[in-house]
């Protein structure tokens, strides 16, 4: 059950999927994140680092999670308070956390997320798959390229009033 900005689908449909996603029954709203929160078995958070996402996990939203629930945080470090976070892990409010950003990186080496055993810690670059850098360069500037020069839209355009 997603959670996403516009609490809309895919090609705008409202709360509900246009097309079917297998093991997607419906989409929510930022509204429904407390919905969200105490149903998961794991949250993944997948998020532009923006005012709007700043701190949206904090100690109100580990709170409800359940105490068998993973935190999965590949989105941006600031959308998690961290204090919070290590508290909660602390006191095993949550099973655990994977979490491939944070929010001074490098992670210092005196940061207590380093000791903690029910913390998994990767790169932020451990999910690149092969190719993407050669397939980004090839395919996705060369159009974007090709687009600009003649004059036609184009793709993957960031809305500076959103930051992303």
């Known amino acids: 059950m997603p959670v996403v900005r516009s609490g809309r689908g895919r090609r705008g449909a409202a ?17 429904g994140l407390p919905e969200l ?17 700043h701190a949206m996990i904090g100690e109100p939203e580990l709170k409800l999670m359940q105490r068998t629930a993973f935190l999965i945080n590949i989105a941006r470090g600031s959308v998690v308070d961290e204090a919070a976070l290590l508290l909660a892990l602390r006191e095993g409010r949550i099973a655990g956390a994977a979490l491939d950003v944070f929010t001074e990186e490098p992670l210092p080496p005196a940061s ?7 913390v998994i810690m990767t790169p932020h670059i ?26 036609r839209p184009l793709h993957n355009v960031v809305d500076l009033g959103r930051g992303y």
């Open 15 to 31: 709360v509900a999927l246009a097309e079917p996603v297998d093991g997607v029954d419906r989409v929510l709203g930022p509204s």
């Open 112 to 118: 207590p997320f380093w000791d903690l055993p029910n």
């Open 37 to 53: 929160l105490r149903a998961a078995d794991t949250v993944v958070l997948s998020v532009p680092g923006t005012a709007e996402t």
């Open 126 to 151: 451990a999910g690149e798959p092969a190719g993407c850098a050669e397939r980004v360069v090839t395919q996705v500037f060369a159009d974007n390229l090709a687009r600009f020069q003649s004059g």
